[in-house]
């Protein structure tokens, strides 16, 4: 079965981004033998160019599927222009604020009641929100992404998260009220070193020392990323969002029981490369152990960045650790990306050298 996969550039200073393109079926066919996936829109401004890119790529004015991996505004913003200028049949978005049931025991203010925890979440996830009331205006059926979910094509499946899981990271998303005043130290430390500037140190690498580690911890919210599979052809194409270790620990439980006779092809380096979202247990879970130096398997990682990320944006740890497995590594640095099979040719599109395994680098310490 042919297929594109399509990373957009999102980022064109130092603010990364995810918005992704996907079409599969007989792309050489007519539109009723292929389906057209978005997973996020990135920024505002992505948009319109997530937009143009379909209408010119796979020539179509229709979307079978967009998803939001979660309400950060990188990946959630430009949905509003694809849903307004493009025929979407189907949303899948989580909707924290339904979710709210038994909520205000989990606080030791005694005044929040669970419908005021409810409007607090619709209030500060405000985009989210409206993205849903814009859906439904539509007529966009909406459904919400947790575990075991799968798409009219049958292709396209939720590993993560859980509906427990979800619903067990909501007491701690940005803005809810015991964290508030922890919200607030927490970002005047950060100030601190934004005004002292992060420090860094040269690091040395050697093959197979992986420079993360499993301990890496993350936001709630990014945690509660929808984690995507597409299988075709029993093989798997993996999109994670910001999801951090925990979350990708559990959806490595799902391919485990699930999907170990289908092989992994491509995998999402999430959150932008960052160094606390993944870690060597997981990774090897994920791809398969280490390799030998300079060895590849037949896998490709890419990462979304803005053209300017780094050193943030990919940690040179993290596509190392990729690299140490075998994976043919792949950075957007605020251009665009395709992993294709069976698909017609693209005029100006030319292959994409992977990323050189990197022996030394400047390490953000911060």
């Known amino acids: 079965m042919g ?129 849903v009331a814009l859906a439904e205006s539509k007529d966009v059926l909406v459904r919400e992404p947790f575990t075991g979910l799968t798409d009219p094509s049958g292709f396209v499946e939720v590993l993560g998260p859980t509906l427990d899981y979800y619903e067990s990271l909501i007491p701690d998303f940005d803005g809810m009220p015991q964290k508030a005043a922890l919200t607030t130290a927490m970002e005047s430390v950060s100030n601190v070193f934004d005004a002292i500037k992060s420090a860094f140190r040269q690091v040395f690498a050697s093959w197979g020392d992986d420079k993360i580690t499993d301990d890496g911890v993350t936001s709630a919210k990014n945690n509660s990323s929808v984690i995507t599979q ?61 390799v030998s130096t300079g060895e590849t398997i037949d896998v490709v990682a890419i990462v979304s960045t803005a053209k300017n990320g780094e050193p943030k944006h990919p940690r040179k740890a993290v596509l190392n650790a990729f690299t140490h497995r075998g994976a043919r590594v792949l950075v957007t640095k605020g251009a665009g990306v395709c992993h294709f099979n069976d698909a017609p040719g693209r005029h100006g599109w030319s292959p994409l050298s992977p990323e050189p395994y990197h022996y030394e680098y400047e390490e953000e310490e911060a």
Do not use: C, M
């Not at 004015?61 to 189907?90: A, C």
């Not at 995998?267 to 979202?277: E, F, K, L, T, V």
């Open 3 to 131: 297929y594109e996969i399509d990373f957009l550039g999102v980022g064109e200073e130092s603010k990364s981004g995810d918005a992704i393109a996907i079409r599969f079926g007989d792309l050489r066919g007519a539109r009723e033998e292929q389906t057209v996936v978005v997973i996020d829109g990135g920024f505002s401004k992505t948009g319109s160019e997530l937009v143009e890119h379909i209408r010119s790529h796979f020539g179509t004015e229709q979307v079978d599927l967009v998803i939001n991996t979660h309400p950060d505004q990188d990946h959630l913003n430009g949905l509003e222009t694809v849903l307004n200028e493009l025929d979407v049949k189907e949303l899948w978005i989580h909707q924290p604020w339904k979710h709210n049931v038994g909520l205000a025991a989990k606080f030791k203010d005694g005044r929040i009641t669970d419908n005021s925890i409810s409007e607090l979440l619709a209030n500060t996830l405000e985009r989210a929100y409206a993205l």
């Open 230 to 290: 597409l299988t075709l052809d029993e093989r798997r194409f993996v999109f994670t969002g910001d999801s951090g270790i925990e979350a990708l620990d559990q959806a490595a439980d799902v391919i485990d029981y699930s999907h170990s006779h289908n092989v992994l092809r491509l995998i999402q380096i999430p959150h932008h490369g960052s160094r606390r979202n993944i870690g060597p247990k997981v990774l090897n879970r994920l791809l398969g152990p280490q």
